[in-house]
């Protein structure tokens, strides 16, 4: 499987809603940043599904490097 494309240098952070779920972009081609739009049909990449288990503000990965897929690690640091 190829790279994913990095599709930022810093993370979105997010207000999620506890007990929601939200398909967030493995491939960097969504136009709609973090979250899946489609783009991936075709390649081997898929929506990772994080579902929130409280209320809270997060920061999703949008260099799709971090150790940690779905959430900021600061990889993007070292790009």
Request: glycine residues 8%.
């Amino acid at each position: 499987m190829e790279n994913p494309k990095i599709a930022g240098r810093a993370p979105i952070k997010v207000s999620v809603e506890e007990g929601k779920s939200y398909a967030w972009c493995s491939c960097g081609e969504s136009t709609n940043q973090p979250f899946c739009d489609g783009k991936h049909k075709g390649t081997g990449f898929k929506p990772q599904m994080y579902t929130a288990e409280t209320t809270k503000d997060v920061h999703f990965c949008t260099c799709k490097q971090s150790d940690n897929p779905i959430l900021c690690n600061g990889a993007h640091k070292s790009l």
